[in-house]
């Protein structure tokens, strides 16, 4: 096996990066919208309307600004994920 085959990490990597980067960012950043607008609820949080699409925003910025700008995102640091460019 070649140095650049062992260096690409495996596809089971990449997708549980993906899922747990999500549902980190979903959860605290929607914890925080929450927080600050007031839409906690005794179960969590609800958002609608401006939270949401502000959450939506935080998600997409996560991603591209971590992804690309940072050399990547928590937990594809976390379980070495990041394919080489």
Do not use: C, H, K
Request: glycine share 10%; hydrophobic share 55%; charged share 15%.
């Amino acid at each position: 096996m070649s140095d650049t085959q062992s260096s690409v990490p495996a596809t089971w990597r990449i997708v549980l990066a993906a899922i747990l980067d999500f549902l980190t960012i979903f959860a605290l950043g929607g914890y925080v919208i929450a927080r600050l607008t007031g839409n906690l609820t005794e179960t969590g949080f609800q958002l609608s309307g401006a939270p949401a699409v502000a959450l939506f925003v935080l998600i997409i910025a996560y991603f591209v600004v971590l992804g690309r700008y940072m050399g990547g995102t928590i937990w594809q640091r976390i379980l070495r994920a990041r394919r080489p460019r």
